[in-house]
């Protein structure tokens, strides 16, 4: 299995300010159709998860856009550029290119 | 805009066979762009893959629990279930249903959208 690893696992982040979060996958994401198929999910207190980013790079329907993804391979980054209370939770990335589809342990995210 | 909601008993014994429903509104389960999928969520852990079937019968499992896996889809009513067997306190978590959007023309997936999830204890 694909094992996933998110780091920070926490992180407290002033209003306005930015936030970075890595994912790290044991093997390479790029399936050989030629795209890479890495999601991103924030789980906010109390609700489902709620896609982000899928394929690496790419916002989902209403996502705002200071949420941005990138990276390629093994390495991911999902960063918002202005971090606003209601971006309150848990991102999880997750891999979809072998079963099992496997998420990352999760990073909280809190306001300061 | 399409909605997914668990349904279920909240109690199971162990060794007794775990059933969710799963019912989708505002889309059909014969769409065949989707697939549908169970994840479930350990007391305050990460998320965890259960498999995901297509309504054409097309299916997909977590090795780690296939051999206690069935989910079928059952186009008349328009929802799908889970059956998990032969349960352990392991089992206990919020399961949730979500639709696991796949287009091969754009080659693009994800999950979405989701149930509210159901908590499912397993205890005597």
């Known amino acids: 299995d694909i094992v996933m690893t998110q780091s920070p696992l926490s992180l407290s982040v002033t209003p306005g300010e930015p936030a970075a979060i890595s994912c790290r996958s044991s093997?390479?994401?790029?399936?050989?159709?030629?795209?890479?198929?890495l999601d991103w999910y924030l789980q906010k207190p109390g609700q489902p998860p709620q896609i982000l980013i899928y394929m690496a790079s790419n916002r989902a329907s209403g996502v705002p856009d200071r949420f941005s993804g990138s990276g390629s391979g093994t390495d991911f980054t999902l960063k918002i550029s202005r971090v606003e209370a209601a971006d309150v939770g848990v991102y999880y990335c997750m891999q979809a290119v072998q079963i099992p589809i496997i998420f990352g342990q999760g990073t909280r995210l809190e306001i300061k | 805009q399409m909605q997914l909601q668990e349904s279920g008993p909240g109690l199971v014994e162990p060794s007794q066979t775990l059933s969710l429903t799963c019912s989708v509104s505002?889309?059909?389960?014969?769409?065949?762009?989707?697939?549908w999928g169970w994840i479930r969520q350990h007391p305050e852990k990460g998320l965890e893959w259960i498999g995901y079937k297509h309504y054409t019968g097309t299916a997909y499992h977590n090795p780690s629990l296939k051999s206690r896996i069935d989910i079928s889809v059952d186009t008349s009513n328009n929802q799908f279930s889970l059956r998990l067997t032969s349960v352990t306190a392991a089992d206990t978590a919020v399961y949730y249903c979500?639709?696991?959007?796949?287009?091969?023309?754009?080659?693009?997936?994800?999950?979405?959208?989701w149930g509210q999830g159901t908590l499912v204890t397993v205890s005597s």
């Open positions: 979500a639709a696991f959007f796949h287009d091969l023309t754009t080659y693009s997936n994800w999950f979405d959208p």
């Open positions: 505002g889309g059909s389960i014969s769409n065949g762009k989707f697939y």
């Open positions: 093997q390479s994401l790029l399936y050989k159709n030629g795209y890479t198929y």
